[in-house]
């Protein structure tokens, strides 16, 4: 095709892309055809707490079977329990992984594919915040720094090495990064973890492309980047204008997930006002961008930071 050809062909399919794309953020998600996942198995990290079990219990709900992947056995087992205890029928197995442990990954992925065979939707959910300003982080290679990139993002190396290979000898699945806003925005006393969301975020749209350029078009990624959640993860955070940046219930970041997973959405900002921020952050020049962050709030969110007491 010459390039005349190819550019109209180009330009036609982009701005069916784009209509779609607006038609699909306006329409609810009920609305839209969503794909049957019952039967499919789905593993999710971090899974003994927060939005990793609200996920389990929906995948659940779904007639999935679900793989509990948490560090923290005692709470996984309890995952397990609640599963057990709403009936819903659904087959779960809970193994203890510590996610910054690449041999331990690869070793418990080689049981998962054993006990309960391929994985169809692997969700990398499982995070850890530190809370601190950078200098006052240790710099050794146990140091929570270090260990944020690896529970937050490299992780995630570990986890697609180990189950996408049969994704893509099926070309069916689903890849779903939990990132963050922070994986969107820089914050004052967030440096370890904003750096370990950039990476996931980077991270799942380098994947997406990869399997594009693959043409494994049954292999789906969702790419989710929530603001404040009342998990306890984040105890003491605070927004300055909590009517444009809500603090979001972990049932409605739950349900806004499987949603995003059913309609094979590539990206989920929650609450949607993050979205334009975003777009604003890519329009203004820097100081204004900053200028207009201080306004929000943004070197003061980590002020009374508390974080969950036992971490
Ligand atoms: N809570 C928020 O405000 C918020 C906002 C945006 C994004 N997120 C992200 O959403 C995800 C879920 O957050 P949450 O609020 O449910 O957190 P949470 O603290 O309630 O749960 C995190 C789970 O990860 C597990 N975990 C931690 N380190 C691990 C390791 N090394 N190996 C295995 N498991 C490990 C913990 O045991 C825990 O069960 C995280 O990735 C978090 O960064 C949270």
Redesign the pocket.
């Known amino acids: 095709m010459n390039l005349f050809l190819e550019t109209i062909v180009f330009l036609v399919k982009f701005i069916w892309l784009w209509l779609l794309g607006v038609y699909k953020a306006l329409m609810p998600a009920s609305l839209q055809p969503q794909k049957a996942i019952s039967g499919w198995t789905v593993l999710i990290?971090?899974?003994?707490?927060?939005?990793?079990?609200?996920l389990a219990l929906r995948f659940a709900a779904l007639g999935c079977r679900v793989v509990l992947?948490?560090?923290?056995q005692a709470?996984?087992e309890k995952t397990a329990h609640l599963l057990r205890q709403a009936a819903l029928g659904a087959q779960a197995t809970t193994y203890?992984?510590?996610?910054?442990?690449r041999d331990q990954v690869y070793r418990i992925a080689g049981q998962v594919k054993d006990d309960v065979g391929d994985v169809d939707i692997l969700v990398?959910?499982?995070?850890?915040?530190t809370g601190r300003k950078l200098l006052d982080t240790s710099d050794t290679a146990d140091a929570l720094m270090v260990?944020t990139m690896?529970?937050?993002s490299i992780?995630h190396f570990w986890t697609v090495k180990a189950f996408l290979p049969a994704m893509l000898q099926r070309n069916r699945g689903h890849v779903v990064t939990?990132?963050?806003?922070?994986?969107l925005f820089g914050a004052s006393g967030l440096v370890d973890?904003c750096s370990?969301?950039f990476a996931?975020f980077g991270f799942a749209e380098s994947l997406r492309l990869e399997l594009a350029k693959q043409k494994k078009d049954g292999i789906k990624t969702t790419v989710?980047?929530?603001?404040?959640?009342?998990?306890?993860?984040?105890e003491g955070?605070k927004y300055r204008f909590p009517i444009l940046m809500p603090?979001?219930e972990?049932p409605y970041?739950a349900d806004k997930i499987i949603e995003a997973v059913l309609i094979d959405q590539a990206w989920l900002c929650l609450p949607r006002s993050a979205y334009l921020m975003y777009y604003l952050k890519g329009l203004l020049p820097v100081n204004a961008t900053d200028a207009l962050g201080e306004f929000m709030g943004i070197l003061d969110l980590m002020d009374e930071f508390k974080g969950?007491k036992k971490?």
């Open positions: 990290s971090g899974s003994g707490s927060g939005i990793g079990r609200l992947w948490d560090m923290n709470e996984n203890t992984v510590d996610l910054s442990n990398n959910n499982a995070g850890i915040v260990k690896e529970v937050n992780s939990i990132s963050s806003s922070a994986g973890y370990s969301k996931a989710v980047c929530p603001g404040f959640i009342d998990t306890g993860m984040f955070f603090i979001l972990p970041v969950r971490d």
